[in-house]
Structures are given as C-alpha cells and as structure tokens.
C-alpha cells in the first residue's frame, strides 16, 4: 500500500504523528505536573506514572520513526528521488557573507518593527479596556 504514494507525502505523515505524540507527551506531562503541584502533591508523588507514560509515549514515537523509514526506506523512487535532490543541490546558488549580513540585518529590522507595532497596538488595546472599565 505505501509504495504507491508519493515519498513526500509519507515523510509528512511521519512528521505529523511523531509531531503530535510529542505534543500530547510534553502537554501531559505539563499539565500533570502543574496539577499535581496545584493540588499539593510531594514532588515525585506522581513519577512512576509519569515514567510509565514517557516510556509508553517514547515508544509509540520510535515505532511511528521506524514505521515511517520502513514505508519510505530503499525503494528504488525513494533512492531516485534522494540522487535528483543531490542533482539539484549543486545547482543552487548560495548568497556570499555581505548578501547575507544584509539580508540577515533587514529580516532582523523589520521583525523588531513588527515586535514594537505589536507591543503598541497591545498597549492601546489595554488602554481603551482600562478606559471602558472606568
């Protein structure tokens, strides 16, 4: 069955899975902490559960990994499609240091302009709230 779909669209469902058995992990483990402390649990009341549960995740993770390298391993277009990817890599024309300090240098001023027009429109945003609420 996996060998009729396109490679790329196996990698990005690897990515996805693996992507979304790491968010569940981190947002369990997170909540679960905080929730302990909340409720005032002694620290490592709530390990082994926590242990049990990475383990688990962590190996629903490896299996998803080793699934996705078995569906896009050594088939012959997977193999074809890496040496035209090597073929086109050489073609690419890489940007000298000075094109990139510059290009670098307007990515980081207009972020930093975005950053302050963001910070302004939250602060007139709190303004006007504060205003209201008066």
């Not at 490592?44 to 896009?72: D, E, F, N, V």
Request: with cysteine; charged share 10%; net charge positive.
């Amino acid at each position: 069955m996996f060998h009729l779909w396109p490679q790329g669209r196996i990698v990005r469902i690897c990515v996805m899975v693996l992507g979304a058995l790491f968010a569940v992990d981190l947002g369990y483990n997170g909540a679960y902490a905080a929730f302990g402390t909340w409720m005032g649990d002694a620290a490592g009341a709530g390990a082994t559960r926590q242990l049990i549960l990475g383990i688990l995740y962590g190996s629903l993770a490896l299996a998803g990994l080793l699934a996705g390298i078995i569906a896009a391993g050594p088939h012959k277009r997977a193999v074809q499609f890496l040496i035209e990817v090597q073929d086109e890599m050489t073609k690419v024309t890489w940007p000298k240091m000075g094109e990139l300090w510059r290009s670098t240098l307007v990515i980081a001023v207009a972020i930093t302009v975005l950053a302050g027009l963001v910070w302004l429109s939250d602060l007139a945003l709190i303004s006007g709230l504060n205003y209201i609420q008066k």
